[in-house]
């Protein structure tokens, strides 16, 4: 009996211990399985078109870190938005719900708070959870143990950060070299081993306007870059692209985007063709200290003065040709920052045995045009902007090399991540896991086509609002609200995007099955007419009352007009 007792009082000292260790992290009181759980590492750009990506195509620049996600796992090559720009789409990846649903329709509207992300889900369910860079609405995102992000759309040089701990604070050096840094030093000194983690790395770049680290500046200025084939594009029977205001030559600022210093526009007599050039420029390379200004100076006094001797003898379309080179300069020069960063995150998960069981995504907020249609900036549904690049590793999971076609959206990740996770999704949100497509049981994916809607109109670049439904061979748009009407475009016969379809008769089938699709996607997404109708009317009024940055006074107060009219009528 004694030995029993005996045995008995042991075995409780052994277990005693074990259960004090594990009610000691609240975390783990939440019964999740942790053991095999995957760490994800979500890892997003800010307009990376991916035509810059070399992975994709290399014609442009090289990105052996960035591309080295995809050869250890899978690249996907119709990877969309649901809306293209800045924080809707971020809205959409937080919340796994389109624009209209989760309320973010543009840059203009407020992030609703009470929409659950799938950050706060992971934290819930036991992940540690942390967020670096920008993510441009808001400044106390919800479910992050840490967070340090820019605000607004940041700055390239000494930016200031938001930060969960420190308040507002002020960091030297450049954007992307810094949020790297935070990022690191977050996994080597902050992290918990015992736990799995999901950590947001967020870059700045490539954002407008473009400001490359110093360390590139003499590369990529005398760099040339080849023209994209619709460099020159007149936009023939596409009303809505045809009055746009994306034109790298015409629409670009000379000061901000081009980087001709506005004492050389005055002397050139060259106007502002955007709000507040000079002071964008000024508010930009105004950030750098003296040996960041003194470095700048280095190459772009050089620039100007190399412009203003050819000026005099440039005709139109030399000069668009000359700013369509300075924007490649200064887009692509950001990049191969970014790059860097990624290979130097990419090589600490490597060197601390942390690649096994982590998710890596590479993506961006959305794509970018990079001279196509003669464009800059994003916005409309055609290829340039509508298509984003994605690429997932997840070794022993998803095959080294594999690449898929198959029609994803940023709509998709809350959902993949909650999978992955175990965690239960909220019956609210609206995309798939993409586990099918990353695993290979394509048997359970079974998605033929996408929607997408923009909102943002009357706004800056003035794009037109519109929704489409897109199949792999074809998109079917619907241009609503300034301009009504319809466009059919023919992806593999027509892969520039130049011409509309809609009222060719050997489309006619095509057109009925397409209209047939969309009308099924807009049941499926709980969109209509009477919700469009909705937030037209909200935003109008701050249209009319100055609060929408960037449109001119031409093409909005006939908007108004029309929109008040229609009121009086209603």
Known sequence: MRNSLLSVFGYLIVLFPLLFSCSGNPKKELG???????????IMSDDHAYQAISAYDNSLIETPNI??????????????????????????????????????????????????????????????????????????????????????????????????????????????DIVTDMTL?????????????????????PHRSWVMAERHMEEFTNKTFREPATLFDTHEGMPAAKVAEMKVHGDMGWAADSKLYPEVMDQLGLKEQIGFDKRRFESSVGRMDSTQRANFDLYYKKIAADFVKAYPNMSDKDVAKWRYQRYMQDYLGTIKSVDENV??????????????????????????YLGE?????????????????????????????????????????????????????????????????????????????????????????????????????????HYYFDKDYWELIDRKKDSLEQHNYYEDPAYQQIKEELHEKLAELRTLYGDSDSISQQYIDEFMPLAKEGKV??????????????????????
């Open 32 to 42: 999740k399985k942790e053991s095999n759980r995957p760490n994800i590492v979500f």
């Open 549 to 570: 940055w960037g449109v001119e006074e031409d093409i909005l107060k006939p908007i108004v007009e029309k929109w008040e009219n229609a009121k009086k009528v209603d």
């Open 185 to 205: 030093d977050w996994l080597e000194n902050e992290r918990q081993p015992e736990d799995p983690f999901m950590l947001m790395y967020l870059h700045k770049a």
């Open 343 to 368: 290979g130097r995150v990419l090589d600490y998960l490597e060197e601390n045995n942390l690649m096994d069981n982590t998710i890596i995504v590479y993506t961006s907020d959305q794509g970018f």
């Open 373 to 477: 249609h003669g464009w800059f900036d994003k916005r409309f549904v055609f290829d340039e902007s509508f298509k984003t690049p994605l690429m997932v590793s997840w070794p022993n999971r998803v095959k080294a090399g594999s690449v898929s076609d198959e029609l994803v959206q940023n709509l998709d990740f809350a959902q993949t991540f909650l999978e992955v996770a175990e965690v239960e999704e909220p019956t609210d949100m609206q995309g798939e896991s993409l586990l099918p497509i990353l695993t290979g049981n394509l048997d359970k994916w079974d998605r033929d086509a996408v929607y997408y809607h923009y909102y943002e109109h009357p706004s800056e670049h003035n794009v037109n609002r519109h929704y489409a439904a897109v199949t792999k061979d074809y998109k079917l748009i």
């Open 67 to 176: 591309d080295r996600i995809a050869k250890l796992g899978m690249l996907f090559t119709n990877a969309s938005v649901t809306n293209s720009i800045c924080a809707p789409s971020r809205a959409t990846i937080l919340t796994g719900k389109h624009s209209h649903i989760n309320g973010k329709i543009d840059n203009v509207s407020p992030f609703d708070t009470t929409n659950v992300t799938f950050p706060q889900l992971l934290q819930e369910a036991g992940y540690q959870t942390a967020m670096f860079g920008k993510l441009h609405f808001g400044n106390n995102p919800k479910g992050f143990d840490q967070f340090k992000i820019l605000p607004g759309q940041g700055s390239y040089y000494n930016p200031d950060f938001i930060t969960k701990d420190q308040g507002e604070i002020n960091v030297k050096g450049y954007v992307t």
